[in-house]
């Protein structure tokens, strides 16, 4: 909890019960989970805890960089703790959502667009979502 209430101080944000508990919701998780699932982890421990704090928590980690937001295939919002560069495996149907990662395609990936014009935008991070069938 020490190391996470150092990051939230990093970026101007008070350590708050719920900002904690979002935030560990979030990192014990590789399933990229949506608002409402995080709420349901955090009502266990923070019963009055309302969804709006959770999207408002959510929103504010996304804007200091300490989330990211994944949209899955149906468009639903998706947090994911894990800022490092990585890429997502989005199965078809929509049901799993999981880390890719891979320096090399990352590199390559970033080297090629940083080379192309595109509106005049500096590419700074590009990331993959790869659509693939469940195996039955």
Do not use: W
Not at 24 to 32: G, K
Not at 105 to 125: Q, T, V
Request: aromatic share 12%.
């Amino acid at each position: 909890m020490n190391n996470l209430k150092e990051k939230l101080a990093s970026k101007g944000l008070k350590a708050t019960a719920q900002r904690l508990y979002v935030y560990e919701a979030l990192f014990n998780s590789r399933e990229h989970p949506t608002a409402e699932e995080v709420f349901r982890k955090v009502s266990k421990v923070l019963p009055s805890v309302s969804l709006s704090t959770i999207y408002n928590t959510l929103e504010t980690f996304v804007e200091h960089n300490l989330v990211n937001k994944v949209l899955s295939e149906s468009g639903t919002a998706r947090y994911d703790a894990f800022v490092e560069t990585h890429h997502h495996i989005y199965s078809e149907k929509g049901e799993i959502i999981a880390d890719y990662y891979d320096d090399g395609l990352a590199e390559l990936l970033l080297s090629y667009f940083s080379k192309k014009k595109i509106f005049d935008y500096e590419i700074k991070e590009v990331r993959l979502q790869i659509i693939c069938s469940t195996k039955e």
